[in-house]
């Protein structure tokens, strides 16, 4: 079992958003705080489990770093509210384990008398979902917001924008436990969920979706890392490393890049070579996956993580360790991460072919950069890690046509009906 627990992941992913854009990562926070303050008032004894309706509570906004809504979205009034809410919903379907429940996300801006018949479970978390948001953007942005002042608000919209259902777990819940208060002062992700237990196979596909979640930023960062991660564990593998070092190997790469998510897009995306003064910028992803991961999983992970850009020599970054300092795990995922870059195609470059790549390798290790065995059990496995790892990667690259295919369809439609 990941050595993260459950508390830890929802710590990563806010981290994580936070370098995109704090505003709207806390108040995603606060929404799920909201949420989770209701459902206690008043439990819907959904077939859905509770955390996954608190995380996708705190993304519900995560679409908006892919339509480049959030400058509009952090003042709470759009002109258009299903841009986000279609590519928020589209992502987290086919990027998380939430499935039917990313249609909550899809939902959250519709106004109660807009459902029509159509209140099944998922409508009713909907709606909930629509108050607690509500409720955090009128108190956080306007001072004249308490306790009486949202009372009147949301009483006066029952039934028509808001349900009669979700306006009385709201009001219950600020009864009990002074909701707008405890949102004004701050809410921390241990507020929210709790910081023990460890994921389990279901929740470690949340944090896949905390990684699928870069190509917000970049489309070849999220490729490159679901194929590094894979050529990882394959590696480790055929070295003859148990299972918890080959685990500690993938997860260790699947969270590497994760830092890329505070390089701006420009950077990550410019079709050619960077400036010296931008490459120093691209190289301090590697500090923030570091400072994203620090307490959030195993030490083992977070140095697996945070030191595939190090070299043997001691001339890498972001510390200059040296080989003594650089365990197996370790030079396994900077082998992976370069075998990934060097075949993959980026805004810079064409994927190489085999001969360049095993040309790059072996020039790499000639100069003491990287590990001489494991590179030469890549290289002479390099067909069968190759292709195992595109079989792995497909399903993500399918997933994004996929959900660039629907957003245009589903964007047209739901606009058409709410005008």
């Known amino acids: 079992m990941i050595n993260i627990s459950y508390g830890g992941m929802a710590l990563m992913i806010q981290r994580s958003l936070n370098k995109v854009d704090k505003r ?19 439990p819907m004894g959904m077939g859905f489990d509770k955390d996954s309706v608190l995380l996708i509570s705190m993304l519900h906004d995560i679409g908006a770093y892919r339509t480049d809504e959030i400058d509009r979205l952090v003042g709470f009034e759009t002109d258009n509210v299903w841009e986000h809410s279609i590519y928020g919903y589209l992502f987290l379907r086919e990027l998380s384990p939430a499935g039917d429940l990313a249609r909550i996300v899809l939902y959250h801006h519709m106004d109660y008398k807009d459902f029509g018949d159509k209140r099944g479970d998922v409508e009713k978390c909907a ?23 949202l009372e009147n608000y949301f009483k006066s919209r029952r039934g028509a924008n808001f349900s009669p259902e979700a306006v009385e777990a709201f009001l219950k819940a600020e009864k009990a436990g002074s909701v707008i208060e405890r949102i004004k002062a701050g809410i921390e992700v241990g507020d929210v969920f709790k910081k023990s237990g460890y994921l389990d196979n279901q929740s470690i596909k949340y944090l896949e979706t905390l990684i699928y979640s870069i190509d917000f930023r970049s489309r070849h960062t999220v490729i490159h890392t679901v194929a590094a991660m894979h050529i990882s564990r394959l590696i480790a593998e055929l070295y ?55 307490g959030c999983a195993g030490q083992e992970i977070v140095n697996i993580a945070s030191r595939h850009h190090e070299k043997l020599g001691g001339n890498g970054y972001h510390k200059g360790l040296c080989a003594g300092e650089l365990s197996k795990c370790e030079r396994i995922a900077a082998v992976s991460d370069v075998i990934s870059a060097l075949c993959g195609v980026r805004s810079y ?71």
């Open 24 to 42: 709207l990562l806390d108040h995603g926070l606060k929404v799920a705080f909201i949420m989770d303050a209701m459902l206690r008032e008043m």
């Open 127 to 149: 709606q909930f979902l629509h108050v607690a948001d509500r409720a955090d953007i009128l108190v956080t942005y306007s001072e004249r917001w308490n306790s009486t002042e």
């Open 349 to 419: 470059k064409a994927a190489f072919p085999k001969e360049k790549v095993f040309e790059v390798l072996s020039e790499m290790c000639g100069k003491g950069l990287l590990d001489k065995d494991i590179v030469e059990i890549a290289l002479n496995n390099f067909d069968y890690i190759t292709d195992e790892a595109g079989k792995y990667s497909k399903p993500v690259i399918d997933a994004y046509e996929k959900i660039n295919g629907e957003y245009a369809e589903l964007l047209k439609k739901f606009s058409r009906a709410s005008r």
């Open 240 to 294: 003859g490393m148990d299972e918890n070092e080959a685990e500690n190997v993938y997860y260790g790469t699947m969270l590497h890049d994760i830092g890329k998510i505070g390089i701006p897009a420009d950077i990550l995306e410019k079709p050619g070579r960077l400036t010296d003064e931008e490459m120093e910028i691209m190289k301090t992803h590697v500090a923030m996956t570091e400072e994203i991961l620090d």
